[in-house]
């Protein structure tokens, strides 16, 4: 039995697999390696926001006095910190919006709509699509047995070839601002990027949540750092391996928070002018963006009506953008004069 033993702490990688065996056969769901992976992520990020959290009203004393004093003022710091985790779980279990559930919500639209009118198919009497774009509501397509094909393809300007819009992979016709994720596995509508520490993909429908995590984390990052340079600050008795725990937590800190910062004024921006990372990254491989001019947002309808869809977009609507007329392309590429400034051309 010692002998095995020895055995087994020899051969680490033989003893791991083992162990790993024997609880997958109690939790079956964590037999793939992907979903493992990403679950000791959660329970990474997890202890980490418990151990700068708990480091900080261990050595910091005076934070459980001023509790008691001002309950609310520790309430609220709770608070955020358990809204953050929530929202950081509840942005990970959420879909980003694949093209197949879409394609699958058109379909049943479609076959309900043929129930309902007790009439057989017909490219004229069915005209209904996933959402539409309230600026183009000329733009329903007939349904049929293709009705996917036929909404993809209004969506493009005429004479767009069908296999520049088609995945390569699901062999799905993509919407514009689509991408396929290999992640995934799948292809996302409004694809933005696949976040690994998330592991899930953000797009259309999962953004909104996204930011909201970013904003929260930052804050958190923010009110965190602010108590740890309080208790540097105070004229407390404490032992010198403390200060530099602390010393080395708010560093690590620190380089969070600036990079929580940016990514939170980045993806602000992305809101506001209707884009998202692929999209500016990568302007010149998606085919219907190579040929705009470089700060032509061609999905843009103004500040307030970018901000107003972000964040009223309702869950399992699937809102797929046609590409703008050359007409509106070249009004969205005219210069700003002083009188567009005047009539708040950009909102
Ligand atoms: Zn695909
Ligand atoms: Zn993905």
Known sequence: ??????????????????????????????????????????????????????????????????????????????????????????????????????????????????????????SKNVNVVVTIDR????????????????????????GTLLRNFTCSYCHVEQPPRTKHCHDCDRCVLQFDHHCVWLGTCIGQENHCRFWWYIFEETALCLWTGIWYISYLKADIARSWWKDAIVIVLLITLSIALIFLLLLLLFHSYLVLTNQTTYELVRRRRIFYLRSLPERVYPFSKGVCRNL????????????????????????????????????????
């Open 135 to 158: 600026n183009h509501p000329e733009k329903t397509v007939p349904a049929d047995v293709t009705s996917w094909t036929k909404i993809v393809m209004d969506l493009y300007s005429p």
């Open 1 to 122: 039995m010692v002998l095995k033993m020895i055995v087994d702490v020899c051969r680490p990688h033989d003893f791991l697999d083992r162990t790993m065996d024997r609880y997958i056969r109690f939790f079956p769901c964590l037999s793939d390696p992907v979903r493992r992976s990403s679950l000791g992520l959660k329970v990474a990020l997890v202890m980490l926001h418990l151990v700068y959290a708990g480091i900080l009203f261990a050595f910091y004393r005076h934070l459980i006095e001023e509790a008691k004093i001002k309950p609310w003022y520790t309430a609220s710091y709770f608070l955020l910190f358990v809204a953050t985790l929530i929202q950081y779980f509840v942005t990970s279990c959420s879909s980003p919006g694949y093209v197949l559930d879409a394609m699958r919500a058109a379909n049943e639209k479609d076959n309900a709509f043929r129930k309902a009118s007790k009439q057989p198919a017909s």
């Open 308 to 347: 107003y869809e972000f964040c009223c977009h309702r869950g399992n609507i699937y809102n797929l953008e046609p590409l703008p007329s050359a007409q509106v392309i070249e009004e969205r590429s005219r210069p700003y004069t002083c009188s567009d400034i005047m009539r708040c051309r950009c909102c």
